[in-house]
């Protein structure tokens, strides 16, 4: 049974450049919720998805923008990449909205010069 | 934001030993679980504690629950050189947000 996986592990862009990350959730969960780790902090909350919808979002601009398809796979993206936006960004599932146990990916660590 | 903080940021101790983490929250929460981090990989799971439970225990993990004082502690009893890695609380808080808090997390380094 996969667990959550996501792609690409790492990558490096350019300030003012675009990035879309990807999320495919664990078996059987509709959930998915990604987190901005920054070197040395906890995860921050970005935003869930749930029936392709965007349920519930945390105090990030709009260039941080997502995407749920039909299959429950999910897509992160950020325009306009600031120095600010390096971080480890961890996507998460889980079966419904009610939080309980978050099954989380590897991440991707997403570098901007 | 983060929701709260854990306590100590970092702790070292020999490999038998217990060890004890701590974690403060501001608001009302629904939940609070516990989380392991290795190496700045993908977090795992440990245990989670309802608003109305005050103890919890899986395998060698002790979870406390203290909602007068908002703070929850983290038990690991027998340490060993594997459980070396950051410990994050997080909470829900019951204003029906469907999203997690995280605390700073707690490095924890066992010493063989």
């Known amino acids: 049974d996969a667990g959550v996986t996501q792609s690409p592990t790492h990558l490096i862009k350019t300030r003012g450049q675009q990035v879309t990350l990807r999320c495919s959730p664990k078996s059987g969960h509709d959930t998915v919720s990604w987190y901005q780790q920054a070197l040395g902090q906890g995860p921050q909350f970005i935003f869930q998805?749930?029936?392709?919808?965007?349920?519930q979002r945390g105090n990030f601009p709009d260039r941080f923008s997502g995407h749920q398809f039909p299959n429950y796979s999910s897509e992160l993206n950020v325009n306009a990449l600031l120095l600010g936006d390096s971080a480890l960004y961890l996507c998460?599932?889980?079966?419904?909205?009610?939080?309980?146990?978050?099954?989380f990916g590897e991440g991707s660590r997403l570098t901007v010069l | 934001s983060q929701q709260g903080e854990e306590d100590p940021q970092a702790l070292s101790i020999q490999e038998g030993e217990n060890a004890t983490m701590n974690c403060s929250y501001k608001?009302?929460?629904?939940?609070l679980q516990w989380y392991r981090q290795n190496s700045g990989r993908g977090l795992v799971h440990l245990i989670l504690?309802?608003?109305?439970?005050r103890e919890k225990h899986s395998g060698r993990l002790r979870v406390t629950l203290d909602t007068s004082k908002k703070s929850s502690s983290l038990l690991i009893t027998a340490s060993r050189a594997a459980d070396t890695a950051s410990y994050f609380c997080?909470?829900?808080?019951?204003?029906?947000?469907?999203?997690?808090?995280f605390g700073t997390g707690t490095r924890l380094t066992i010493i063989p």
């Open positions: 998805y749930y029936e392709e919808e965007e349920r």
């Open positions: 998460a599932s889980s079966a419904g909205l009610t939080n309980g146990e978050l099954f």
């Open positions: 504690i309802r608003s109305n439970e």
């Open positions: 608001t009302s929460i629904n939940n």
């Open positions: 997080a909470t829900e808080d019951n204003f029906g947000n469907e999203k997690l808090t």
